[in-house]
T-cell receptor, first 115, second 114 residues
C-alpha cells in the first residue's frame, strides 16, 4: 500500500457525460500528479499540482481539468467524454515539486469505461 | 523526439531463469531513473530508483539495475525469477529537460512459468 488513495475504483459512464475522479496523497506529500494509462498511448502525464497550485501540464485535453484543495486532495474532472477516454487514471504524490531526487508514489487507479 | 524505450514488449521465462529488461532514454543532463512494477490488477509499485552515486542499485524482491551513463541505459536484472514476478515492468525517467513529470516506457510484460 503506497498511502495514496483514489476513488472510485471503477467508473462506467456514457459518451458526453462528465465524471470526477478523486485522489488523496500520502500524508505529508504536497504534490499530486495525474497520469492516464491506455493501451495505445501507455502511461502519460496529464497534470501536476503542488500545494494547491498548478505546477506542470502534460498531454491534458482541454475537456479535462483538475484542482487541488486546501486539504491537499485533488480531483480530476473529465467532461464531454468520448470512447477514447476509456483508460486507467492514476494519481501519484511526492513530497515536493519532484525536483532532483524525489520519488512519486502511485495510487491504485480509477478504471474509466466510456460506453 | 525525447523518449524512454523498453526493448522487449513481452518476455517469457521459466522459473529460476535470469532476467534482463532493457531501458534506454534520450534525455541529457541530470536524470532520475526508476523501475516500477504493476502486478495484475494492482497499482504501480516502486522496484528501485537511481538518483546519484553507485550506478548499481538494488531494489526490492532481489531486483537490481545498472545505470550506464554513456549508453543512456538503465537495465533491470534479476538472477533467478519466480512465478510471482509475473507482472508488467515500467522504466521511467525524470529529467530536468522534461520537467517534473515521469516519462514512462511502454512497459514489458513478464510471464514466468512454473
Amino acid at each position: 500500500d503506497s498511502g495514496v488513495t483514489q476513488t472510485p475504483k471503477h467508473l462506467i459512464t456514457a459518451t458526453g457525460q462528465r465524471v470526477t475522479l478523486r485522489c488523496s496523497p500520502r500524508s505529508g506529500d504536497l504534490s499530486v500528479y495525474w497520469y492516464q494509462q491506455s493501451l495505445d498511448q501507455g502511461l502519460q502525464f496529464l497534470i501536476q499540482y503542488y500545494n494547491g497550485e498548478e505546477r506542470a501540464k502534460g498531454n491534458i485535453l482541454e475537456r479535462f481539468s483538475a484542482q487541488q484543495f486546501p486539504d491537499l486532495h485533488s480531483e480530476l474532472n473529465l467532461s464531454s467524454l468520448e470512447l477514447g477516454d476509456s483508460a486507467l487514471y492514476f494519481c501519484a504524490s511526492s513530497v515536493g515539486t519532484s525536483g532532483n531526487g524525489e520519488t512519486q508514489y502511485f495510487g491504485p487507479g480509477t478504471r474509466l469505461l466510456v460506453l | 523526439a525525447q523518449s524512454v524505450s523498453q526493448h522487449n514488449h513481452h518476455v517469457i521465462l521459466s522459473e529460476a531463469a535470469s532476467l534482463e529488461l532493457g531501458c534506454n532514454y534520450s534525455y541529457g543532463g541530470t536524470v532520475n531513473l526508476f523501475w516500477y512494477v504493476q502486478y495484475p490488477g494492482q497499482h504501480l509499485q516502486l522496484l528501485l530508483k537511481y538518483f546519484s552515486g553507485d550506478p548499481l542499485v538494488k531494489g526490492i524482491k532481489g531486483f537490481e539495475a545498472e545505470f550506464i551513463k554513456s549508453k543512456f541505459s538503465f537495465n533491470l536484472r534479476k538472477p533467478s525469477v519466480q512465478w510471482s514476478d509475473t507482472a508488467e515492468y515500467f522504466c521511467a525517467v525524470r529529467s530536468n529537460q522534461a520537467g517534473t513529470a515521469l516519462i514512462f516506457g511502454k512497459g514489458t510484460t513478464l510471464s514466468v512459468s512454473s
